[in-house]
């Protein structure tokens, strides 16, 4: 079991706040992993060519993982950029997630993705 949780439940945010998260990894032998990358990144989708920044980046080696145990629940925590934006357009689309890469023997990957929204909330006025 892979869990990533953020600190909002809504997973709202606007430009400039600290977001939060923990992520934990449980019930998967920890003695085949050889480490897991967390981050924080924007990508795009839709027309023309897809891509992506990260903006945070944590890499805690396989041999940690396993001195820490599987119920050990990790932290991440950064101040989110001014822009890119979430952005739903018909021809592209900007996304932000946290992102868990597990890497495993054999050259083989796991990611798992926990999306969120960047932007400023709508006005009333």
Known sequence: MISI???REEGVYSPGDLLECNWRIGRIGLDGIQSVEASVLWYTEGKGDE???VH???RV???QLRKL???YQH?????LPMSPLTYD???LRIRWCVRLRIFL?????????QPFFLGYADSDA
């Open 89 to 91: 357009g018909q021809l």
């Open 105 to 113: 023997p054999n050259e083989n990957d796991t990611v798992w993705q």
């Open 56 to 58: 945070h980046f944590v």
């Open 5 to 7: 949780q953020l600190d």
């Open 51 to 53: 891509d992506f920044s």
């Open 69 to 71: 145990g599987d119920s």
């Open 61 to 63: 080696s396989g041999e």
């Open 75 to 79: 932290s991440l925590v950064t101040a």
